[in-house]
């Protein structure tokens, strides 16, 4: 059974960095064709990716928030990470992660965590 | 990047109704579409994926169709736990998401 789970610190001031965690079960991301991503959800934006980490280490960036982001994993510990600098309240949104699995045509997103709300404020 | 825009943004449907929501791509993307539920206050559920194969689990009355730059989803015969957003989804380049249709029951 594959379940994916979120935390983070809730809420954060202007300008200070999130760091995000994702503990997941049910696979493992050194298994060949295996990835996690990030996901926000925000009443303004709609759902936006973020960020991409694949089972080789390979790791794919939002264009538009690539110079903010880091993801980065432990495999042993089954947890995925991401760190975004330089929160704005433009930031407070729902942080999902998600397993991003290869199917026989493309990848998608098959399983999401309960996601974790973050709020930016002063 | 791919833009997707998803249509409409809003609908209510009849029990046993058939529904369909569309998505139309900014460029083509070789059927590399996903297809999400969302109810309220939980995380999005994969129904569809690849444009037109449908995910385990997932019940028949829920079906994807589409080509190119144009995509659909079709519930044929609305349930009232279908009552809840869609969103469509590209893999093609980085992920984009649709706006989104909120889907109520009549």
């Known amino acids: 059974q594959v379940t994916l789970k979120e935390s983070g610190p809730g809420i954060l001031q202007p300008s200070q960095t999130l760091s995000l965690t994702c503990s997941f079960s049910?696979?493992?991301?050194?298994?060949?064709?295996?990835?996690v991503g990030w996901i926000r959800q925000s009443s303004g934006k709609g759902l936006e990716w973020l960020a991409n980490?694949?089972?080789?280490?390979?790791?794919y960036y939002n264009p538009s928030l690539k110079n903010r982001l880091t993801i980065s994993k432990d495999t042993s510990n089954n947890q995925a990470f991401l760190k975004i600098t330089n929160m704005d309240t433009a930031d407070t949104a729902t942080y999902y992660c998600?397993?991003?699995?290869?199917?026989?045509?493309?990848?998608?997103?098959?399983?999401w965590g309960q996601g974790v709300m973050v709020t930016v404020s002063s | 990047d791919i833009q997707m825009t998803q249509s409409p943004a809003s609908l209510s449907a009849s029990l046993g109704e058939t529904v369909s929501i569309e998505c139309l791509a900014s460029e083509g993307i070789s059927n590399d579409l996903a297809w999400y539920q969302q109810k309220s206050g939980k995380s999005p559920q994969l129904l569809i994926y690849?444009?037109?194969r449908l995910q385990d689990g997932v019940p028949s009355r829920f079906s994807g169709s589409g080509s190119g730059t144009r995509y659909s989803l079709k519930i044929s015969g609305m349930q009232p736990e279908d009552e809840a957003d869609y969103f469509c989804q590209q893999s093609y380049k980085y992920p984009t998401f649709g706006g989104g249709t909120k889907l109520e029951l009549k």
């Open positions: 998600a397993r991003r699995a290869l199917f026989p045509t493309g990848s998608y997103f098959d399983y």
């Open positions: 049910g696979f493992s991301l050194s298994t060949y064709g295996m990835c």
């Open positions: 980490i694949w089972w080789n280490d390979d790791k």
């Open positions: 690849a444009a037109s």
